[in-house]
C-alpha cells in the first residue's frame, strides 16, 4: 500500500558535548543538516526542519533561503525532540512522516526506500530496534494522529520519546532490515565522531 509521507527533521538541541548546534557543524565541507537534505530531498515533497526558537531559525534561514523546506520552530518550547515531533506532526499535510534527527548524517538511500516501503497497516509508528531491544525512535515513521498523544505526554512532563513508542502501537522492525550497513544510526555526539 503507497502512503503519502512527509519528512521531518528534528534540530532543536545544541549537542552538549558538541558545544554548538549540531546541525550546522561542517562535516567534508557540509553542514549536517544539508547532507541529510541531500539524501532525503528526491523522495519527499514536503520536508519540515523544526528548530528550538527564532534565534537558530534565523541562523537555518542563512543556509536555506532556495531551498523547498519549511523550517519551524517548537509549538511547545523546551520539551527536547518530542516537542519537535509535536510540531511536525501539526504542520505536515500527509498522513505520515519520517523522522530523523540532525546528528545523523550518514542516514542512507537504503535505509530511506525500507521505510517508504514498510507498510503501515494500523501501526501508529514504524520503528528501529537493536537486538538487545533499545529502540531508535527518532529514525522512525509516525502517523499525524499520535500527535494527541505527545499532548497529553508534554502535559505531563513527559519529554521522552521512547516513552511515546511503549503507549502507542508501534511497529517494531530490526535496524538491519532498515539499513543492513547500519551507518544510518550512526550519530554525531562528540567531535571524534566526525572521523570518518
Known amino acids: 500500500m503507497k502512503v503519502s509521507i512527509s519528512?521531518?527533521?528534528l534540530c532543536g538541541g545544541h549537542g552538549r558535548r558538541m558545544g554548538r548546534d549540531k546541525g550546522l557543524i561542517i562535516l567534508e565541507g557540509k553542514p549536517l543538516i544539508a547532507r541529510i537534505l541531500d539524501k532525503i530531498k528526491p523522495y519527499f515533497d514536503e520536508i519540515f526542519?523544526?528548530?528550538r526558537d527564532e534565534q537558530q531559525k534565523k541562523e537555518y534561514l542563512k543556509l536555506f533561503k532556495e531551498e523547498k523546506v519549511k523550517?519551524?520552530?517548537d509549538i511547545i518550547k523546551g520539551k527536547g525532540p518530542l516537542g519537535g515531533l509535536l510540531t511536525g506532526l501539526l504542520n505536515i499535510k500527509s498522513e505520515y512522516a519520517l523522522v530523523l534527527p540532525c546528528d545523523s548524517?550518514?542516514?542512507t538511500r537504503e535505509f530511506i526506500e525500507n521505510c517508504l516501503?514498510?507498510?503501515?497497516g494500523d501501526y501508529d509508528a514504524i520503528i528501529p530496534v537493536w537486538g538487545d531491544g533499545k529502540l531508535e525512535p527518532l529514525h522512525g515513521v509516525y502517523n499525524q494522529r499520535v500527535a494527541e498523544r505527545i499532548?497529553?505526554?508534554l502535559l505531563w512532563d513527559e519529554r521522552r520519546v521512547n516513552t511515546l513508542a511503549k503507549i502507542i502501537r508501534s511497529r517494531l522492525v530490526p535496524v538491519e532490515?532498515?539499513?543492513p550497513s547500519l551507518e544510518s544510526f550512526?550519530?554525531?555526539n562528540r567531535p571524534e565522531d566526525l572521523r570518518i
Open 7 to 9: 519528512a521531518i527533521i
Open 105 to 107: 548524517p550518514f542516514i
Open 186 to 188: 550512526r550519530n554525531v
Open 49 to 51: 526542519i523544526i528548530l
Open 117 to 120: 516501503k514498510m507498510d503501515m
Open 177 to 179: 532490515e532498515l539499513d
Open 71 to 73: 523550517i519551524l520552530t
Open 151 to 153: 499532548h497529553k505526554l
